[in-house]
């Protein structure tokens, strides 16, 4: 089983891809943060170190202490601001 991952809005840039599988061996998103951030410096920046990070599992808000499991949907994005 796979876990989905999507990159919205500038982290789709910055990471260089909108979408990835990666196997489901992670229990928590912080679990699956951390393993990302050792991909790179644009890794951990947009996504360990970033404090506003937005976090969605499976469409519903989430944070880094939920808990994903087997064909799960994990989306990162930037805080979403307007005027």
């Not at 050792?38 to 519903?60: C, F, P, S, T, Y």
């Amino acid at each position: 089983m796979v876990l989905n991952i999507f990159y919205f809005a500038s982290f789709r840039e910055v990471l260089g891809q909108a979408s990835e599988q990666l196997p489901a061996q992670f229990s928590t998103v912080d679990a699956l943060i951390n393993e990302l951030a050792q991909r790179g410096e644009n890794w951990k920046m947009a996504l360990l170190e970033n404090q506003n990070l937005q976090i969605a599992v499976n469409h519903d808000v989430a944070n880094r202490q939920t808990e994903i499991k087997p064909g799960d949907e994990v989306a990162f994005f930037p805080p979403v601001t307007g005027g």
